[in-house]
């Protein structure tokens, strides 16, 4: 659990680090991402008036498939601009894994690919190109699929 005592929080802030289990996001059972690494946390944490501030990063690695390879690749994940505030409920704790764990599933990309530069797949023989080329020429193929098109009487 990411926690913090409100009591020992200052105007000044206080610096809380550490790390928390990757166990939280819950994706045993998601094939194509799972959480690899536990998530490494750096925060600020503040008085605002009666409120408490708290403002970091968060990060860590998930094991990813890609969408153009379909390679399980390791994606790392940084989630820099953590600002949540909170009621503060004198001496209590405040409970944060919830919204970290949030702001991480967030700053995951909409696209997972392994690079920019991914090859994917051949779509005829199935060949990752990333490893090796193969014998399909995926230009002609798409050229004769066109030229079948135009041959059609309409
Ligand atoms: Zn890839
Ligand atoms: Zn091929």
Do not use: Q
């Not at 925060?43 to 399980?72: E, H, P, Q, W």
């Not at 409970?95 to 909409?110: C, F, G, V, Y």
Request: glycine content about 4%; overall charge negative; proline content about 1%.
């Amino acid at each position: 659990m990411i926690k913090i005592i409100s009591a020992r929080v200052t105007f000044d802030g206080i610096e809380v680090t550490g790390t928390e289990s990757k166990d939280v996001f819950k994706l045993e059972k998601n094939e194509d991402i799972h959480s690899y690494k536990d998530i490494e946390y750096k925060l600020n944490v503040s008085l605002v008036n009666d409120s408490i501030l708290v403002k970091g990063t968060a990060k860590t690695v998930f094991k990813a498939r890609c969408g153009k390879c379909l390679n399980l690749f390791n994606l790392k994940v940084c989630c820099k601009d953590i600002c949540h505030l909170y009621e503060s409920n004198n001496n209590n704790k405040i409970d944060l894994t919830e919204d970290i764990r949030e702001d991480i599933l967030i700053s995951l990309p909409h696209k997972i690919i392994c690079s920019d530069s991914c090859k994917g797949i051949c779509f005829t023989c199935g060949k990752n190109l990333n490893l090796e080329k193969c014998a399909c020429s995926t230009e002609k193929e798409s050229f004769s699929e066109w030229d079948k098109l135009n041959n059609l009487d309409l």
